[in-house]
């Protein structure tokens, strides 16, 4: 039963990784705005509501460290697993707009996140609301003056839609990814607790690789039809909103608290060391440029943090 929900998951998180990204290339089409930007707003939102539906239900059930442990582990999830198997796909061109905006604001969100448990294991309202406050700036700030910054390569198969059909489109795609993901957490959850596993364990490994399939979706069809701005703009925008709309958002309902010192003693410096490494990784050997071997070396990093989990 439990493998028919994630087979069953993993199936509705395609079709709407598949849906979710033909009305957000429409939509960057009808309102002339470069796709990288679309990737960073609406899917990357699209994306993360698994996470924030599970985050808001684990911490207000009492599991805080489920919901820490998901966005974590979803975070290292989506630079090492998800880029890494999206690299070796393909070559991917790096916009400047990664380290001029993109990379610093995740940074920044992952280093105020680091600061806000550091103090004293909890992140309260107030730090929600800064969370929050920081992403409706840069989201504005976005939609304000990198419309016109970032140079944009239109692919041959853009297809303009109506705006009821990019509508239709970004709701059944949002809604397959996160019933998908409701399948897949259900299932993987149910396997991982017959093993006896710990809540932040589960939290790091099974939920947030569950909840980073439709990064993993939204990214794999991004390059196979060549939208790869909107591939690296994903996953760089969903780190961004895991923390700062999900945990920002799920904060302000209720208190996080860290429970298992493993969340603040390892996990969030495995993320923490994984963000920090893509910016080297955009400069060398070739600038501006990701290939395989960017990916393979991700991949490693991403099977040893696994491995030193479990």
């Avoid at 409701?182 to 909840?211: D, M």
């Amino acid at each position: 039963m439990n493998f028919l929900l994630i087979i069953g998951g993993l199936v509705l998180l395609i079709l709407g990784g598949n849906w979710l990204l033909k009305s957000a290339v429409a939509l960057s089409l009808k309102l002339e705005i470069p796709k990288i930007v679309i990737g960073m707003t609406v899917v990357s939102f699209a994306t993360s509501a698994p996470e924030l539906i599970v985050s808001i239900n684990a911490a207000l059930s009492g599991a805080s460290d489920l919901a820490l442990g998901n966005v974590i582990g979803s975070n290292i999830a989506n630079l090492g697993l998800v880029l890494g198997i999206t690299l070796l796909l393909g070559t991917m061109e790096v916009q400047k707009s990664f380290y001029k905006t993109d990379w610093p604001v995740m940074i920044i969100a992952s280093l105020l996140l680091y600061f806000f448990l550091s103090g004293d294991n909890v992140i309260v309202q107030y730090e929600g609301v800064i969370l929050l406050s920081f992403l409706i700036i840069f989201i504005v700030y976005l939609l304000r003056f990198q419309k016109t910054a970032v140079v944009d390569e239109m692919s041959e198969d853009d297809e303009p839609l109506s705006v009821f059909k990019i509508a239709l489109f970004l709701v059944i795609g949002g809604l397959g990814l996160w019933g998908g993901s409701e399948l897949l957490i259900k299932g993987a959850t149910s396997l991982a607790l017959e093993f006896g596993v710990s809540e932040r364990v589960i939290g790091v490994t099974v939920i947030s690789i569950g909840t980073s399939i439709p990064e993993l979706a939204a990214s794999i069809i991004a390059v196979l039809k060549k939208e790869k701005a909107i591939s690296l703009g994903n996953l760089i925008g969903s780190n961004m909103f895991n923390i700062l709309a999900v945990l920002g958002i799920t904060s302000i309902i209720t208190p996080v608290a860290v429970k298992d010192m493993g969340l603040l003693t390892n996990d969030i410096f495995w993320m923490l060391g994984v963000s920090f490494l893509i910016l080297p990784l955009v400069f060398f050997p070739k600038r501006m440029r990701l290939n395989w071997k960017d990916g393979v070396l991700l991949l490693v990093i991403y099977v040893s943090f696994i491995y030193m989990t479990i």
